[in-house]
């Protein structure tokens, strides 16, 4: 059964301090891997996307990783602010061939950065 | 651009009601997707559309309809609402589905309550 499972399930950061969000995946066949933010009450955005061959991809303080191998990968927030508080999401596609594909989300991490 | 658009924001049914769930999109998208998502779970696809006039079903369609007559619309109609139905739909739309082009924008949700 395609799982994405990440970890932790919430998480409470001072402001400034860096943190890492963990995602395994057991999707097959995989074709890329996205971070999204999603605010409180609104819908998820994007923030970075990963394919096979891609180890480490940027996004301003946001860092993401993978590793195909263990179907492992992280987001890490540099230098965290108040506005990063929200859910993040990891979704992996898996292409068909033929066409079609299927996006399997994750349950998020929920962080809050506080003072 | 207003990107993708949903009304309305909030919405109380009682059971037995029906309603329906706008979402337009002002990106030219082709593909159009339907989430629901509960608390502590990731985003279950309800339905989707590949173009106007075509539809199929997603992960769990059951008690929802859906149709796509423009570009722009995909509304989502709830026939004889269920305290099971209680939770936040999202709609979102992409370019495509390979790639880069399967990054999906979503709208701002609908919190939907059935009592």
């Known amino acids: 059964k395609n799982q994405v499972e990440q970890s932790p399930q919430s998480l409470i950061i001072l402001e400034g301090k860096n943190c890492t969000l963990q995602c395994n995946y057991t999707v097959s066949p995989f074709s890329n891997l996205r971070w999204y933010k999603q605010d409180t009450g609104r819908g998820p955005v994007s923030l970075t996307i990963m394919t096979f061959s891609e180890n480490t991809k940027s996004n301003g303080r946001y860092t993401a990783t993978l590793d195909a191998d263990t179907k492992q990968s992280s987001l890490h927030i540099t230098a965290s602010q108040l506005s990063d508080s929200a859910s993040y999401i990891c979704?992996?596609?898996?292409?068909?061939?033929?066409?079609?594909?299927?996006?399997?989300f994750g349950t998020g991490t929920q962080l809050k950065v506080e003072l | 651009n207003a990107g993708v658009t949903q009304t309305p924001k909030f919405r109380i049914l009682k059971i037995g009601q029906s309603m329906t769930l706008q979402c337009t999109q002002d990106m030219n998208h082709n593909y159009m997707y339907w989430y629901r998502q509960d608390p502590g779970m990731g985003l279950k696809l309800i339905y989707y559309?590949?173009?106007?006039?075509?539809?199929d079903k997603g992960e769990v369609p059951n008690g929802y309809n859906v149709s796509r007559s423009t570009t722009e619309d995909f509304p989502l109609r709830l026939e004889l609402a269920a305290p099971s139905q209680t939770s936040v739909y999202f709609c979102?739309?992409?370019?495509?589905?390979?790639?880069?082009?399967?990054?999906?924008?979503f709208g701002p949700g609908t919190r939907l309550t059935v009592l």
């Open positions: 559309s590949v173009g106007a006039g075509i539809t």
């Open positions: 979704v992996v596609t898996s292409d068909f061939t033929g066409g079609g594909n299927k996006l399997t």
């Open positions: 979102a739309s992409s370019a495509g589905t390979s790639g880069l082009y399967n990054e999906q924008f």
